[in-house]
């Protein structure tokens, strides 16, 4: 299994609503990553998972609450989203926390479109 | 700070023939790998090539080929016989080492690139 799987495809959610993202893999990678995208824009980072700990998170507003229950399986819990985190949410793993293997570069899901009314 | 820069917004080629899209890279870091990516309009990001700093040769991956120039700090790619398929938005990154914490992406602008009939 070569694919990073996102979950789900499209969300829209109301300012006061509480959803969740899903984001799996089955390639025996440790380290995982949440992305955010506006369109024709590059991806922002936003957290990063290392051995299933919170390794960088890039300021994140408190809105945005990643969780990593195993090493397969991400997670990012919204609440309280505004408009403006209308995008896509893309999801990556590498294979290791960057030693030894820079060939092994990012495996991408699909995304998330998520709009935020 | 690590930085990628693509210069090109758009471009357009007439189907078939090749195309070079431009990305230049600042680090201080000796160590260093450099990624292309495919995202179509669909979302995902695609891994078409990449380049170690070290590696001596080009990289090439059928129809892509990646001109690593490294005294000036160069890694264009090249799309020889280009396919109506090849229309998409097109990113340049670096993979930043940060030992322990999970390798960071970074993303130059993007490219977007329209194949013409």
């Known amino acids: 299994d070569t694919e990073v799987t996102q979950t789900p495809k499209h969300l829209v959610m109301g300012m006061t609503n509480k959803k969740s993202l899903k984001c799996e893999q089955h390639m025996g990678h440790r380290a995982m990553y949440w992305y955010k995208q506006k369109a024709k824009k590059p991806p922002e980072l936003m957290f990063v998972?290392?051995?299933?700990?919170?390794?960088i998170n890039e300021s994140v507003p408190s809105r945005f609450s990643p969780e990593c229950p195993n090493s397969s399986l991400l997670n990012l819990h919204l609440h309280a989203l505004q408009p403006e985190d209308s995008a896509l949410y893309l999801c990556?793993?590498?294979?290791?926390?960057?030693?030894?293997?820079?060939?092994?570069?990012?495996?991408f899901g699909s995304g998330t479109r998520l709009t935020v009314v | 700070a690590q930085k990628i820069t693509q210069t090109q917004p758009g471009m357009f080629v007439q189907e078939k023939e090749a195309v070079t899209l431009d990305c230049t890279y600042d680090t201080s870091d000796p160590s260093y790998g450099l990624f292309w990516y495919k995202q179509p309009s669909s979302g995902e990001m695609i891994f078409l090539i990449y380049?170690?700093?070290?590696?001596?040769q080009n990289a090439t991956e059928g129809r892509y080929s990646l001109n690593f120039q490294k005294a000036r700090k160069s890694a264009n790619l090249v799309i020889s016989a280009s396919q109506l398929g090849d229309s998409a938005m097109y990113f340049c990154a670096m993979r930043d080492f940060l030992y322990n914490q999970g390798g960071k992406l970074i993303f130059g602008q993007g490219t977007e690139l329209s194949v013409k009939p």
């Open positions: 380049q170690g700093s070290y590696d001596q």
């Open positions: 998972y290392s051995y299933e700990k919170l390794s």
């Open positions: 990556a793993s590498s294979q290791g926390p960057g030693t030894g293997f820079p060939e092994y570069g990012y495996t």
